[in-house]
């Protein structure tokens, strides 16, 4: 088999020191309009009807079925709705989307082109931030705007808060160029990373309609209200929290690399890869990974509660590399 393309992400004391992503994959979808709250309340896993002015939430959007086919950042600003999306689903969900306004007075519109995110991170992330923000979010999934853009604090990694900063396409050039001058520049592997060490599924093109949100550990993450309305999937989902059916959860993996100089991978370890046991059963998928300090792979991986911890297990195959399992920073039930 050929090597399997990995990108690097930064190394781990870059990314605990403080770091800065330009998010390229990730793209936003912003929904105005009278009814583009109750319309965008009405599909989603989360309360977006009771969103603060300084508050962002995690919320899936699913299938009848149950099956997420995506996990956005969400929040309300200058009388939109904002929605973080990977770009590789983007059209397609915009499309499905609008399927469903009928009558509702919203619109829907992809604002990828005139914005730019950045992922900001690590001990010194927020003393750069403050040259724009005076006051940061206290704690996760708390919001910040101002003239200059808009600032989510997302689920926090490396011991350190992470922050979302979405901007004016045309401010991107100095804002990058201020931000590079006290913090290391990642490319998105690094971003991904810190997602895994957050136990954060990021749900992209390999992975949509596999999972319900209870499998990538959405009710820990804060991604799902079991109070608010119905919404795609609703009973579904609230039938396995309720009756205790879910019996995959996602984890955090890691295998080891030969160690050597950039030591090639001749295993697919990206996303929808499978996890195997030592039979080469199929108990489980890859859902997002990064390459980190050169001689290791990362990625959070969906598999089946009853095969963690009772028998070895595998990328792949069943003579592939043997994964090593990290606990996740909340726990599961």
């Known amino acids: 088999m050929n090597s399997i393309a990995l990108p690097h992400s930064c190394s781990s004391t870059t990314l ?5 992503v330009l998010l390229k994959q990730t793209g ?38 149950g099956r997420m086919l995506a996990l956005f950042h969400a929040w309300k600003s200058s ?30 519109s992809d604002e990828s082109g005139n914005m730019a995110i950045l992922g900001i991170g690590g001990e010194k992330g927020g003393e750069a931030l ?11 999934f708390g919001k910040t705007e101002n003239e200059f853009g808009v600032l989510v604090r997302v689920a926090d990694a490396f011991g350190f808060p992470r922050y979302l900063l979405t901007i004016a396409e045309k401010r991107l050039q100095v804002v990058e160029s201020e931000l590079s001058s006290t913090l290391s520049v990642c490319d998105e592997s690094g971003w991904t990373m810190g997602d895994i060490k957050a136990g954060v599924p990021q749900i992209t093109l390999p ?70 046991d030592s039979d080469g059963q199929v108990c489980g998928t890859i859902v997002s990974s990064a390459r980190r300090d050169n001689n290791r792979v990362d990625f959070l991986a969906v598999v089946q509660t009853e095969a963690i911890g009772s028998q070895a297990l595998h990328v792949e195959k069943a003579d592939g590399p043997l994964i090593t399992w990290i606990p996740l920073p909340y726990s599961l039930p």
Request: proline share 6%; net charge neutral; charged share 20%.
């Open 16 to 20: 605990e020191s403080g770091h800065v």
């Open 28 to 65: 936003l979808l912003a929904l105005e309009g009278e009814d583009a709250v109750s319309f965008i309340h009405g599909q989603l896993s989360n309360d977006i009807e009771h969103l603060g002015s300084s508050q962002a939430r995690l919320a899936a959007y699913c299938n009848p079925q």
């Open 79 to 108: 009388g939109k709705v904002w929605l973080t999306v990977p770009l590789d689903i983007l059209p397609a969900l915009q499309k499905r989307l609008q399927m469903y306004v009928l009558r509702a007075k919203v619109t829907l």
């Open 130 to 140: 403050s040259k724009w923000f005076e006051t940061l979010p206290s704690e996760p």
């Open 207 to 276: 992975v949509q309609d596999r999972f319900i949100p209870q499998m990538v550990n959405l009710e820990q993450a804060g991604g799902l209200s079991f109070k608010k309305g119905c919404y795609p999937g609703q009973e579904v989902i609230a039938r396995s929290q309720y009756k205790g059916t879910v019996k995959r959860r996602m984890f955090h993996g890691m295998v080891e690399l030969p160690f050597e100089d950039n030591p090639p991978i001749d295993v697919n370890m990206t996303a929808g890869a499978n996890i195997v």
